[in-house]
């Protein structure tokens, strides 16, 4: 289980970074538009699901197992806060005519954007740091 567990959190690791990546190289933006940056996002939802589950039944220390759920957790959070930033968006848009449901629809969108572009990639990063600290930190 522990080693169904590590290649699948390596795999949501590296998809994250690319999409991080993507964002912010040029070169990789190019590479990863369209179907390929939409195939790397939906497959974050996934891993970051499966990461999340099979935590459950691993045997790893109590300290590091939270720190896991709550990396899992922020690359889920990435994944839904982008789709939410979307549908906010379009909602806001289709209620232009109504003030108060267009003002309600753009804070909800700007809320789940910032908690996709700033507080989960972020918290994951962070959370990588720290679990890379405590375990080299034991040696």
Not at 10 to 33: A, K, M, Y
């Amino acid at each position: 289980m522990n080693k169904l567990f590590k290649t699948t959190f390596g795999f949501l690791i590296l998809v994250f970074f690319l999409i991080i990546s993507s964002i912010f190289t040029p070169l990789l933006n190019d590479l990863l538009q369209g179907p390929a940056f939409l195939i790397l996002l939906l497959s974050l939802l996934p891993l970051s699901l499966l990461s999340f589950f099979l935590l459950q039944k691993s045997k790893f220390k109590k300290e590091i197992k939270k720190l896991l759920k709550i990396a899992s957790l922020a690359s889920l959070g990435f994944s839904f806060g982008s789709v939410l930033h979307n549908f906010f968006y379009a909602l806001s848009t289709l209620f232009s005519n109504t003030p108060i449901l267009k003002i309600f629809f753009e804070i909800l969108h700007t809320v789940s954007f910032l908690l996709a572009t700033l507080v989960s990639p972020l918290v994951f990063v962070t959370t990588l740091v720290v679990i890379l600290y405590k375990i080299l930190s034991k040696k």
